[in-house]
């Protein structure tokens, strides 16, 4: 069973920077992609980033393009969420996700972590 645990939320002030981490286990994960979400309450999860496990390949939500970067590492089996420049917009939960689709749609995710806060003051 694929577990996902995610760390690394907080408290940072408009400009600052923060590192999300999720650690998988429990699954072979060279076939998979791992995502990043983030969610507020009364709206949708919305999409961050994502990274082809196997390939490294990245994409970005507009939103975050240029601020925000993932990465991978293959040996600690962990996706890590860079983010630069924030804005009290990103304020949100953040969740990590596999999936065996390449997509920006969180329905076709398979596995979630259980989110980490992330709040952005003005």
């Known amino acids: 069973q694929v577990h996902l645990v995610e760390s690394g939320g907080g408290l940072v002030q408009a400009g600052g920077s923060l590192r999300l981490s999720c650690a998988a286990s429990?699954?072979?994960?060279?076939?998979?992609?791992m995502g990043w979400f983030r969610q507020t309450p009364g709206k949708e999860r919305e999409f961050v980033s994502l990274?082809?496990?196997?390939?490294?390949?990245?994409y970005y939500s507009d939103s975050v393009r240029g601020r925000f970067t993932i990465s991978r590492d293959s040996a600690k089996n962990t996706v890590s969420l860079h983010m630069n420049s924030l804005k009290p917009e990103d304020t949100a939960v953040y969740y990590c996700?596999?999936?065996?689709?390449?997509?920006?749609?969180?329905?076709?995710?398979?596995?979630w972590g259980q989110g980490t806060q992330v709040t952005v003051s003005s």
């Open positions: 429990g699954g072979t994960f060279s076939r998979y992609t």
């Open positions: 996700a596999v999936g065996r689709t390449t997509g920006i749609t969180w329905a076709w995710y398979d596995y």
């Open positions: 990274i082809d496990w196997n390939s490294g390949s990245t």
